[in-house]
C-alpha cells in the first residue's frame, strides 16, 4: 500500500467516524523538546494553543530561557 493510499483511506475513515458522531477531535497543549542553551540539557516544555515560544527555566542549571 502507497502512502497516498493510505492517506486517504485514514481520511475516509476519519470523516466516517465524524459522521457517525462518535469522535471528537480536540486541540490541546503542545509538548516542545527544547535544549539548555547553557549546560545543553534536554527539557520538555508546554505551549499553550497558538503559541511558538514558550519561556522556561532549564530544570538541571536554572537558566531562564525561551524556546525556539
Known amino acids: 500500500m502507497s ?3 493510505m492517506r486517504e483511506e485514514a481520511e475516509r ?4 467516524t465524524m459522521e457517525r458522531r462518535n469522535l471528537v477531535i480536540k ?3 503542545t509538548r516542545i523538546d527544547a535544549v539548555c542553551g547553557k549546560c545543553g540539557a534536554p ?9 511558538s515560544r514558550v519561556k522556561f ?7 531562564k530561557q525561551e524556546t525556539l
Do not use: M, P, Y
Open 27 to 29: 486541540q490541546g497543549t
Open 57 to 63: 527555566a532549564c530544570k538541571d542549571c536554572g537558566h
Open 3 to 5: 502512502k497516498q493510499s
Open 13 to 16: 475513515l476519519i470523516r466516517e
Open 43 to 51: 527539557n520538555r516544555v508546554q505551549a499553550a494553543k497558538g503559541q
